[in-house]
């Protein structure tokens, strides 16, 4: 855990910066588990036809920083 990952855990605040992206818990109204951590990076519009990908949910924060650094590794790859 990061220095600032910390300091937003410590103060209670429920959203987490990682790399460009904001994870938060949001438990749905839904028996199923596995969509309770919602995560977007900084420049996601949602705009459903822009085909914006840099958004999703997961089962828990680990699982979000994984499909993250998932997304991450495709972008710098990509980049060169």
């Known amino acids: 855990m990061n220095p ?43 705009v459903p036809d822009s085909a914006d990908c840099r958004a999703g949910t997961a089962a828990s924060e680990e699982d979000c920083k994984a499909l993250i650094d998932e997304y991450w590794a495709e972008l710098t790859a990509s980049a060169y």
Request: glycine residues 4%.
């Open 4 to 46: 600032v990952e910390f300091v937003m855990k410590e103060s209670g605040l429920s959203r987490i910066q990682y790399r460009a992206f904001n994870i938060q818990k949001n438990m749905k109204p839904i028996p199923d588990r596995r969509h309770d951590w919602d995560f977007w990076h900084d420049d996601y519009d949602g």
